[in-house]
């Protein structure tokens, strides 16, 4: 069955941007939306964004300024980049397939999640 | 956007239901059957239990269903087992085309 998985560092200093790559194995990318989601500790889960093979994207609105999210279908990959990191972004990032065919919002499967910590 | 309003703990024992309330605005829950809710257990990553507001993947248990009224999407779970204690979120689509989560509802189960 796909499996994902989120890679990339694990601590930020404050100003720089994070990027993170999600790596996707046991399926085909194609008919399918991707998201990045991520959850404060202790917090609830947070939208950030989905992309699909054409590289059509579309942003949370309250992170749309810093987000830039990219495709690359023959590594079977999909990245994002969130700049100007504060300790508000310190987080666990999933990276989720949305199943619906279109984008509703049915995510499976999440990545295991991979935690971000924003500090000097 | 604003996130979706989910009451931030509920209990019950096992054996009874309970339900946990998702509430929106005419921008999203109202405005489309797209919603769906997550389990997430400690540690864990968020689990697909409801999605299109009712339905079932393959494999999640029958006691688990959801329905709506105007803004506010609900989930019950019936015969509540110690396995059931765990985090729910509601998700919804929105007119803007983009994706609200609610704030999480803590479930123990007693």
């Known amino acids: 069955q796909v499996q994902l998985q989120e890679s990339g560092p694990g601590l930020v200093k404050p100003s720089e941007t994070l990027s993170l790559t999600c790596s996707v194995s046991?399926?085909?990318?194609?008919?399918?939306?991707w998201n990045w989601i991520r959850q404060p500790a202790g917090r609830g889960l947070e939208w950030i964004g989905r992309i699909d093979t054409s590289g059509s994207t579309n942003y949370s609105p309250s992170l749309k300024s810093r987000v830039t999210m990219s495709m690359d279908t023959s590594k079977k990959q999909f990245s994002l980049n969130l700049n100007s990191m504060t300790a508000a972004d310190t987080a666990v990032y999933y990276c989720a397939r949305d199943i619906s065919g279109r984008y509703y919002g049915w995510f499976d499967p999440w990545g295991q999640g991979i935690l971000v910590t924003v500090s000097s | 956007q604003s996130a979706l309003t989910q009451p931030a703990s509920v209990s019950g024992s096992p054996g009874q239901s309970i339900t946990i309330s998702c509430t929106g605005t005419?921008?999203?829950?109202?405005?489309?059957?797209?919603v769906s809710w997550y389990q997430q257990h400690p540690g864990k990553a968020p689990k697909l239990i409801i999605f299109d507001l009712s339905n079932r993947p393959s494999g999640v248990s029958n006691r688990f269903s959801a329905s709506k009224s105007g803004n506010t999407a609900s989930l019950t779970i019936s015969g509540l087992q110690a396995e059931d204690e765990a985090d729910y979120y509601c998700?919804?689509?929105?007119?803007?085309?983009?994706?609200?989560f609610g704030g999480g509802t803590k479930l123990t189960v007693l």
């Open positions: 005419s921008s999203d829950v109202g405005a489309y059957n797209h």
């Open positions: 998700n919804s689509y929105t007119t803007s085309s983009t994706l609200v």
């Open positions: 046991g399926g085909s990318m194609y008919s399918y939306y």
